[in-house]
């Protein structure tokens, strides 16, 4: 099994940046790709950035683009999610998820961490 535990999530103002971190533990060795999705209050959760565990390979939603960057630290197992030039429509619970070798879809989930990004 793989444990992934998010965190750096708070308030911050239009305009502003946070990081997000991912840290990842158990069976890490399966990872294939690490994705950061996030859900609004009454909407559906969507895809927001993805990386490939092994590589520099690197994934993101049109929304984002320009904004945000997923970068990784395999030595700490950690995936991290920067977040520049926020907007009130970026407020959500981030939630990150894993896949592994061999499976198609994302698994293991954490339990989210909120931003919200006030006016």
């Known amino acids: 099994q793989v444990q992934l535990v998010e965190s750096g999530g708070g308030l911050v103002q239009a305009g502003g940046s946070l990081r997000l971190s991912c840290a990842a533990s158990?069976?890490?060795?399966?990872?294939?790709?690490i994705g950061w999705f996030r859900q609004a209050p009454g909407k559906e959760r969507e895809f927001v950035a993805a990386?490939?565990?092994?590589?520099?390979?690197?994934w993101y939603a049109d929304s984002v683009k320009g904004r945000f960057t997923i970068s990784r630290d395999n030595a700490k197992n950690t995936v991290y999610l920067q977040m520049n030039s926020l907007k009130p429509d970026d407020t959500a619970v981030y939630y990150c998820?894993?896949?592994?070798?061999?499976?198609?879809?994302?698994?293991?989930w954490g339990q989210g961490t909120q931003v919200t990004v006030s006016t």
């Open positions: 998820a894993c896949t592994r070798e061999g499976v198609a879809t994302y698994d293991y």
């Open positions: 990386i490939r565990y092994s590589s520099s390979s690197t």
């Open positions: 158990g069976r890490t060795f399966s990872i294939n790709a």
